[in-house]
């Protein structure tokens, strides 16, 4: 009875770590993106908010956020910009069960130039 018990301790904490280290691979991969997101929007220059939109996606694609271009909006008034990202992401929660999580955030943030679209 005791090495059922210990057997089934065993198998619930796997399951834990395997959604564990999920969890933490996803997350990983969300705040590096925001935190390039956020970069590049402070250190933005004179871009257009259409380039920089180009260029975060392709931050997302070296960072494997599956993030689709609709889910991505750039804009700017004067020095601000804003940023806001909204992205699915499957998870395994169980081995070969796969769990849609949502991902958002916004940045807002200034740039010492004006973009080019505004002069």
């Known amino acids: 009875m005791k090495l059922i018990k210990t057997g089934i301790q065993l198998i619930l904490v796997a399951l834990v770590v395997n959604a564990t ?6 997350y990983s991969a969300h705040f590096k993106f925001r935190d390039a997101v956020q970069y590049a929007a402070q250190n933005r220059g004179q871009k ?5 939109h180009d260029e975060l996606m392709d931050v997302a694609a070296e960072g494997d ?10 804009t700017h008034a004067g020095l601000a910009t804003e940023v806001t990202a909204s ?3 499957p998870i395994e929660v169980f081995p070969n069960h796969m769990y849609p999580w949502s991902f958002s ?4 943030t200034f740039t010492l ?5 505004v002069k």
């Open 113 to 117: 130039q004006v973009p080019n679209s």
């Open 48 to 52: 257009s908010d259409e380039q920089l």
């Open 21 to 26: 280290w999920h969890f933490f691979g996803a």
């Open 87 to 89: 992205y699915m992401r």
């Open 65 to 74: 956020v599956p993030i689709t271009p609709a889910g991505l909006v750039v």
């Open 105 to 108: 955030f916004r940045v807002n």
